[in-house]
């Protein structure tokens, strides 16, 4: 008999006032079937060990191990001692990551996208595993956020926001720090991807985003495709795009200087390529950014 997958609704896990973050902390006695979510979550086990659950693959998780879920990804917690844990739940899409500087900690990339992607190859043995140290760290955050949360005080949401970016922001570091075969290898991939974000101005070739990620050039190609859904070069397209949207929003600058500070000599081309990814023109963009404002 197939098992039903139950899926957990933004509505029912979210505050009313639609905050995109939220914090369950919970005992699991004995078992947590399988099920997916409208949403993401960070997982932070905190107490007892159990078994991870994932399709035909499960893997042991014990305190200190932290992992990330997407919404789409369908899991379940089984074979359960004691096993307690914190869910920080949150609407990506929601929130603004731009900014922030996540982008470029390979450790962020590596948490919380290439990570979920290579879980079974690598057997789960990429997954975080905090220091009690660091974990100690984690929740002191974690506990001010859940008391921000619950007290709703005017300026939560931006005590709350700045918090969440904290703890993804310390775990990243964590990983980035955290030292084993299959976390080296996908720190190596996300160096590449932090690459990008970092000198996106700036010409980059496939070859050398293999020498950074340490992998031969076809094996990398294939490697950043199978994480991120597309090439390395779309990447870099979106993420100079994004950048322009950005620069367009200041009104001093006209759109072939938007274009020349990313490194393009033909605005026309630069234009093309906007449109493609925004789905308007910079100067149509510019304009319903303004008009949204005023």
């Known amino acids: 008999m197939v098992q ?21 902390v919970r005992s699991l ?57 914190v869910n920080i739940l949150y609407q990506p899409e929601q929130l603004s990551w731009e900014g922030q500087g996540l982008a470029e900690l390979p450790g962020y990339h590596a948490l919380f996208t290439l990570e979920p992607t290579w879980r079974v190859e690598h057997e789960f043995r990429s997954r975080l595993q905090l220091s009690p140290h660091d974990l100690a760290n984690v929740m002191r955050l974690l506990n001010k956020l859940e008391e921000e949360l619950k007290e709703r005080s005017p300026g939560y949401r931006c005590i709350a926001t700045t918090l969440f970016m904290q703890i993804a922001c310390t775990l990243s570091r964590c990983y980035g720090n955290y030292s084993s075969t299959n976390t080296k290898r996908l720190l190596h991939l996300a ?47 979106r993420v100079r795009i994004s950048h322009a949207a950005e620069l367009l929003r200041n009104k001093e600058l006209s759109i072939t200087d938007v274009a020349f500070e990313l490194n393009y000599e033909d605005s026309s081309y630069f234009t093309r390529q906007f449109q493609t990814i925004m789905g308007m023109t910079p100067k149509e963009y510019r304009r319903q950014f303004f008009n949204r404002v005023s």
Request: proline share 5%.
């Open 4 to 24: 039903a997958i139950e899926t957990l609704k933004t509505s029912d896990w979210f505050h009313e006032d639609g905050f995109p973050i939220a914090v369950e």
């Open 29 to 85: 006695h004995p078992s947590f079937g399988l099920h997916n979510h409208e949403f993401s979550e960070i997982v932070l086990i905190t107490g007892g060990s159990g078994k991870h659950v994932t399709g035909k693959q499960s893997w042991t998780i014990r305190a200190g191990d932290a992992f990330v879920i997407s919404g789409k990804q369908t899991h379940a917690y089984e074979d359960l001692d004691d096993l307690s844990l």
């Open 191 to 237: 160096e590449a991807i932090s690459h990008l974000e970092r000198c996106y101005d700036e010409p980059v070739s496939l070859e050398e985003l293999a020498k950074i990620a340490k992998m031969p050039t076809r094996s990398f190609q294939r490697a950043f495709r199978k994480s991120l859904g597309v090439p390395p070069i779309t990447y870099l397209i």
